[in-house]
């Protein structure tokens, strides 16, 4: 640990910024003086085999921080994990496109304890960072994940080629960043993030004792996939990226990356809504403007049998299949076309208002084929005559005419 740290100094890719807990200057002291200091812990206590922590702080591209503010930064940080009394030494790295912190100590205590790190990565650090970024007023970690930069340096093919820098050195830095900050759930989903920094795992041929054993080597590649310089194995790189670590990784990142499924989705399928036709060179350039680099895995006879999605925003690698079938290969290439067309706006229909009309408008006097009814009398000879003292409709009956005999008997009676 401390090795890798001195020697990036050395290599002029870091410098050390702060020490903590060495009585002596520490500009005067060499990598035995050093290392002697952590050695009269970890001897304290032959048993412990985790007896020293490796830490790295990493910050966005807009957090402009002073030298000052990142000393006090890692003094609070390591005081809030329980560290605060350790011997530890901060390095600042230049060799990745972010600003980021190594910082070496200790968990072995001054009575020959030690400080249980049990999970601490997702306990105390985590309380932590979430603490310092609001103190600090820094970038949030999910905000980091939204750069839109990969936050890696890619191996530079050229000085590998002629030996120009130390290929071990180049391929640990990348293997460690991609490992440390992509989600992957197999070696190839890992080799497709790998070969953007132009660099490659390799287990090789099934029929080699080096696979059967599990054995893993890194190269650099060039542009056409062909190994450039010496491999190295994965048992010699820091942190030991091999098969079976690797394996241990490949299971906790199937949980880790599933909140980020529907939003590439959701991204991919808001390219292929934009074009009415797409080209597959089209869907390939409009992708890596959403941070998306998309593989189409052929056989040698051309068909496409895969397809691997690299979301390098949200840091994740998905096969065809494990975002559904409507991503998968098959039906990709079903929807890709040999011509590009993009898709035209919807144009707004509008009602048009109806022609004015003189159908109800009379120019003429309207014809009648009913015939008007002739005026007659009837009703002023019906007003005029007397009223009968009669049932309506029921005939009256005619009075009798009278004799003159009658006549003088109804006038004796009277």
């Not at 001897?43 to 807009?62: R, S």
């Not at 970038?139 to 820098?165: C, H, M």
């Not at 996939?225 to 490949?250: C, H, M, R, W």
């Not at 597959?280 to 998306?292: F, M, R, S, Y």
């Amino acid at each position: 640990m401390l090795h890798y740290n001195e020697n990036k100094v050395t290599a002029h890719e870091a410098r050390l910024l702060m020490a903590s807990g060495f009585a002596a200057d520490i500009t005067s002291m060499n990598l035995e003086q050093k290392l002697h200091r952590f050695e009269n812990l970890t001897m304290l206590n032959g048993k412990v085999k985790t007896n020293a922590l490796h830490i790295t702080l990493n910050f966005d591209n807009q957090d402009k921080l002073s030298d000052e503010q990142l000393q006090q930064i890692t003094a609070s940080y390591m005081e809030k994990i329980g560290f605060g009394d350790q011997p530890y030494l901060v390095y600042k790295h230049a060799d990745a496109a972010h600003p980021h912190l190594h910082i070496a100590t200790t968990n072995m205590k001054a009575d020959g304890k030690r400080i249980d790190i049990h999970g601490i990565g997702r306990t105390l650090s985590e309380i932590a960072r979430k603490e310092l970024e609001k103190e600090f007023n820094l970038v949030q970690a999910e905000g980091r994940q939204l750069s839109n930069a990969l936050g890696i340096k890619p191996a530079d093919i050229e000085k590998a080629l002629y030996g120009k820098t130390p290929t071990k050195r180049t391929i640990t830095n990348i293997v460690n960043a991609v490992i440390r900050t992509y989600k992957f759930t197999s070696l190839p989903e890992m080799n497709a993030i790998l070969k953007q920094f132009n660099v490659i795992a390799n287990r090789g041929k099934d029929t080699t004792l080096m696979f059967q054993k599990k054995g893993l080597m890194y190269s650099i590649i060039n542009e056409k996939g062909e190994q450039v310089g010496v491999p190295i194995k994965a048992s010699a790189i820091y942190d030991k990226p091999t098969l079976a670590n690797l394996e241990k990784e490949f299971e906790k990142n199937i949980e880790k990356r599933k909140p980020f499924r529907d939003n590439l989705k959701e991204r991919i399928e808001g390219v292929f809504s934009k074009y009415e036709s797409i080209t597959k060179a089209t869907l390939v350039a409009e992708l890596q403007k959403q941070n998306i680099n998309i593989l189409f895995r052929q056989n040698e006879q051309g068909f496409t049998y895969g397809i691997t999605y690299i979301d390098n925003k949200n840091k994740t690698v998905f096969n065809g299949s494990d975002l559904g079938k409507s991503h998968s290969a098959k039906a990709i290439t079903e929807r890709l076309a040999t011509k590009d067309r993009l898709l035209k706006p919807e144009q707004k229909a509008y009602l048009k208002p109806q022609p004015h009309t003189n159908y109800l408008k009379k120019e003429h006097p309207v014809k009648s084929y009913l015939k008007p009814p002739e005026p007659n009398q009837y009703l002023k000879g019906l007003f005029g005559k007397t009223v009968p003292d009669s049932t309506p409709g029921i005939p009256g009956k005619k009075k009798k005419k009278k004799t003159k005999d009658q006549e003088q008997d109804q006038q004796q009676s009277l």
